[in-house]
C-alpha cells in the first residue's frame, strides 16, 4: 500500500512512538507479520494486540509508560488492516488459524512466554490464545473486550452495519465519531481507522464466545464505562462471576473505540500495576 493515503496516516502515526521503537516483520506459515518492538531487551514482554481497523500503532499513548519495563510487542493483526502482509502466506480461514497464526508468531519473536494485552476484537483472540496455550500467557489484560463476557448491543450492531455491509471512510468516520463523542481520540489515528475499512484483502476472523470460566491465569478487565458496544456495569458483573482470578475496573469517561489512546494515564496505571 505504498503512497497511499492509508500509507500516508500510518508512517504519521509511527511518528509518534517513542525513540528507539524497531520495526520487525516476523515469518509465519501464514505470511509476514508487523511488529512495533519498544523498551529494554531484557524487560519482561508484553504483546499488545488491537482492536479491528486500529493497527498495531494505536498503542502510540501506552508504549512510553508500558515500555519503561517491559519489552513491549505491537500487533498488526493477521487479517486486518496494516503491514501484515498474508499475500504469501496460508489462507486464513478460521479461528484456529489465528492462535496458530500466534503461535508462529510467538515463536518468531523467541518469546517461550508472555503477558499478553488485547483490546475489544484483540481481547477476543487473546483469551482465545490464553486458553489455547496457557503455558505461555503469564498474565491477561482485557481492555473493554467483545464477544468475551456479552454480545453487542443492538443499537452499536445498527449504527455499524452500514460501514460493515459498504464500507467506506466516510461511513467509518461517521461511526467512530458517534462511537468516540465526547472522548476526541488522535486525528490521525482517526483518519487511519477510517482508511483502513477499505484496506484491501481485510479479513476477520469471527466466533464464538470463550470459556472464560476456564482461564486459570490471572486475568485484569478494563472497561469503558461510555462504551456503546455493550453495557458495562452487566459486563463488569458477568467478568467478575466468571473468572477464576479477576480483577475488573471501569475506566470514568472512556468509550469503546476511544481505548487505548485517549486518557492513557489511568489505563497504564492499572495495566502497570497489574503486571507488576
Known sequence: MSGTAF????????????????????????????VHVYGPADGPSLVLLHGGSATGLVWFANAPALGRRHRIHAVDLLGDAGRTDR??????????????????????????????????????????????????????????????????????????????????CARASAFLAWETAGTRPNET???????AATAPGRKLIAGRRPRVADLRTPVLVLLAEDSRAHHSGKVADRARQSLFQGTVV???????????????????????????
Open 7 to 34: 500509507d500516508l496516516a500510518y508512517d504519521e502515526l509511527r511518528s509518534l512512538w517513542p525513540d528507539g521503537t524497531e520495526e520487525r516483520d516476523i515469518s509465519t506459515p501464514y505470511g509476514r507479520t508487523r
Open 250 to 276: 471501569v475506566l470514568p469517561g472512556a468509550t469503546h473505540h476511544s481505548l487505548p489512546l485517549t486518557a492513557p494515564q489511568q489505563l497504564n496505571e492499572h495495566l502497570a500495576t497489574f503486571l507488576g
Open 87 to 168: 499475500s504469501d502466506g496460508r489462507p486464513l480461514k478460521t479461528a484456529d488459524d489465528l492462535t496458530a497464526w500466534l503461535d508462529a508468531l510467538l515463536d518468531g519473536l523467541g518469546l517461550s512466554r508472555t503477558h499478553l494485552c488485547g483490546h475489544s476484537y484483540g481481547a477476543w483472540l487473546a483469551v482465545r490464545y490464553a486458553l489455547h496455550a496457557p503455558e505461555r500467557v503469564d498474565r491477561l489484560a482485557l481492555i473493554d473486550p467483545t464477544q468475551v463476557f456479552a454480545g453487542f448491543r443492538p443499537g452499536y450492531l445498527l449504527r455499524a452495519l452500514p460501514h460493515l455491509l459498504r464500507p467506506s
Open 189 to 195: 489515528w482517526q483518519r487511519l481507522y477510517a482508511l
